[in-house]
């Protein structure tokens, strides 16, 4: 038995764990992941008390990246029913985001699909920023735009983007087997870029993907060496029509193992449970909010995730507080909110599908009456659309047919 607890002392002494420490979190039983657990969330007590930071994504432009990542659902070639739209107006963006604002997200996270921006495209999102600022000036904007050219990152410092985001997504020796459009260099230089703007740099993980314990190790303490600010940990959504469809190699143990293995080599960063944690985590969760301080809030950026709603009340019921609004009831306030802009509470998590036919694809009828795409019931019992079967317990993401880019309110 290892003794986390010793690990965590040394953590909180000024010694985070080493390779092998972490290599043992990592492959530790599922009897023993309790008490790691436990041993991470005292670090996440010492450097985080109890808030949650809360986070949310404004999709800008969906679908049609020239990138081959094999598992994005926007990549080259991708046959996932995703949105698909170019800029959105700078007023949308603002209006997106001034619903994840008014559920409690201090960040904003707006992204576009892409190998990197052109310099008119940086101009696009700076003025969105600049817009965004002058209505929300409290809130915190990070920026995810792919790579890099020389002055982007300056030029979206001075138009007050705090943070930029670009993950490694997994080790170096790996990355061959991910993408080949790009590089893991491109990806490092452009963390370090941000970095030397004066940006606050944000750079995590995508696990699920057929990385070795030993590479995740190596992604983890490459991470580490970047000394970004914030490190968000994604679980693979095996999206239908990637390269990395029906891909099932997490499960809930597994998923808090990852986490508390990256609190314990990086006690004192921001740690966010991300995309796939809903479908990976599942009833785990709340425990899970023990070890991280961050999540994303509703939705992703191709596929949905917990209502926001739920999100604010799991961690209201974990004994959690969101971070600037500690002294207030948000959950109370969000409801109210809701109301007033006439959402049905009953329906706060229904998601409405686009019309079979309609332009961007079938969202997969509820009735399953178009004869294409499963009933909600069929998709859960492992029911291919098209027909077919899967390993019962291998899900499919849902694909996002709310919020930007659509006429329908966000997954509130």
């Known amino acids: ?6 690990i965590a002392d040394r953590a909180l002494a000024g010694q985070p764990a080493n390779r092998d420490e972490a290599l043992a979190a990592l492959t530790a039983s599922d009897a023993e992941t309790f008490a790691l657990v436990d041993a991470a969330s005292r670090l996440r007590r010492h450097y985080f008390g109890n808030t949650v930071k809360v986070n949310y994504l404004v999709n800008l432009k969906s679908g049609l990246c020239p990138e081959d990542c094999t598992y994005c659902s926007q990549r080259l070639g991708s046959e996932a029913e995703v949105l698909k739209y170019s800029w959105i ?21 707006m992204v576009a699909s892409g190998k990197g921006p052109t310099d008119r495209d940086v101009e696009r ?64 230089n452009t963390v370090h870029s941000a970095k030397e703007a004066g940006l606050s740099a944000c750079s995590g993980l995508i696990v699920g993907m057929g990385e070795s314990d ?39 143990l597994r998923c808090l193992r990852i986490l ?11 740690l966010r449970m991300a995309g796939g944690r809903e479908m990976h985590l599942r009833s785990l969760q709340p425990l899970a909010l023990h070890v991280v301080n961050s999540l994303f809030l509703g939705d992703y950026l191709t596929s949905t995730g917990q209502s ?46 686009a019309p079979c036919g309609a332009s961007g694809g079938c969202g997969g009828c509820s009735s399953g009456a178009c004869g294409t795409h499963p009933s909600a019931g069929e998709a859960g019992a492992g029911v291919r ?23 329908a309110t966000p997954n509130f």
């Open 214 to 252: 030993e590479q995740l190790v190596d992604a983890i303490f490459a991470l580490k060496d970047l000394e970004g600010d914030s490190i968000p940990v994604n679980f693979l959504m095996p999206f239908e029509g990637t390269p990395l469809a029906g891909t099932w190699e997490l499960t809930p």
């Open 260 to 270: 508390a293995t990256v609190r314990l080599v990086a006690p004192e960063k921001e």
């Open 125 to 188: 999102v700076v003025t969105m920023v600049e817009d965004l600022k002058e209505e929300h000036p409290q809130v915190e904007v990070c920026a995810c735009l792919g790579i890099l050219k020389d002055g982007q990152a300056d030029r979206l410092k001075q138009a007050g983007v705090d943070a930029y985001n670009h993950n490694l997504n997994t080790s170096e020796d790996h990355y061959a087997d991910i993408c080949t459009t790009h590089t893991y260099a491109d990806r490092v």
């Open 1 to 6: 038995m290892i003794d986390f607890s010793a």
């Open 308 to 353: 926001a709603l739920d999100d604010l009340k799991m961690i209201r019921d974990g004994g959690f507080v969101v971070l600037g609004a500690e002294d207030r009831d948000l959950v109370a306030e969000h409801e109210d909110y809701l109301r007033a802009h006439g959402v049905d509470l009953a329906q706060e998590t229904a998601v409405a599908p």
């Open 385 to 407: 659309p098209g027909g077919g079967q899967r390993a019962p317990e291998v899900l499919v993401p849902e694909i996002r047919r709310r919020g930007v880019g659509t006429d």
């Open 89 to 109: 107006k700078t007023d949308e963006a603002v209006k997106q985001a001034g619903y994840g604002i008014a559920g409690g997200a201090s960040r904003v996270c």
